[in-house]
């Protein structure tokens, strides 16, 4: 059994996708415990709901990074993680703690990297024009939003999308593509070759890219 640990900040959708995703038990990994960084953080209760156990390790109780860091890595490391997912979590991590948790920490963010790294990428998405937009999964770099990447989901932008059309679109595709990834890593199916990902032994159909249906 793969032992999975996720970090969030807030309304926690994709962690209640990848639980939803596991909880047919046919995949050889459980989620042990899910960990916010504020006590407002509606994932938490969500977590809970779900009967999975979650602890809280708010980053205002501490005056440095490092501080909050180590004991968010105790908090974690308690938990002997294979894998760390970062699904929602809105804190930069440091140098220090990416490299502990190298290639088993794994983020998802709203945009096809290395497009819109950063916040309000839905947004950025519609002033630059671009006529596709969507998610990505990857293994955390030490630089915000970098990392070789695992898998994308493409979905188009309409004319008349807004801000929050689009990313309602967006994350549909999230909660299909994260569950994937995931899948893949406790499958030990993934294998980081530099800057990239190489997916082993592709099934009939697999492919890291996910394509939502255009309209
Ligand atoms: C998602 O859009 C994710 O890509 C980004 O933060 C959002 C989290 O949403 N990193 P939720 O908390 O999983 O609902």
Do not use: C
Not at 19 to 24: C, E, I, P, R, V
Not at 45 to 55: F, I, K, V, W
Not at 78 to 88: Q, S, T
């Amino acid at each position: 059994m793969k032992r999975i640990v996720v970090l969030l900040s807030g309304r926690g959708s994709n962690m209640v996708a990848l639980a939803a995703a596991l909880g047919d038990g046919r995949w050889p990994a459980q989620i042990v415990g899910v960990i916010a960084d504020r006590p407002g953080a509606a994932g938490l209760q969500r977590a809970a709901g779900l009967g999975l156990s979650t602890a809280l390790v708010d980053y205002r109780g501490f005056a440095r990074r490092a501080d909050f860091e180590q004991a968010l890595r105790e908090a974690i490391d308690v938990l002997a993680p294979d894998v760390v997912l970062l699904a929602g979590f809105m804190r930069v991590l440091g140098a220090a703690f990416v490299e502990h948790y190298r290639g088993r920490l794994l983020n998802i963010h709203p945009s096809l990297l290395p497009a819109f790294p950063g916040l309000a990428t839905h947004r950025r998405a519609l002033e630059a024009g671009v006529a596709a937009h969507g998610a990505t999964v990857h293994f955390v770099g030490v630089e915000v939003d970098d990392g070789p990447i695992v898998a994308q989901a493409v979905v188009a932008v309409h004319p008349d999308d807004d801000e929050a059309t689009l990313a309602a679109r967006v994350l549909e595709s999230e909660h299909r593509l994260y569950p994937m990834a995931l899948r893949w890593f406790v499958e030990d199916r993934l294998r980081i070759e530099g800057a990239r990902v190489r997916l082993l032994d592709p099934r009939p159909g697999e492919t890291r890219l996910l394509r939502s249906d255009a309209r």
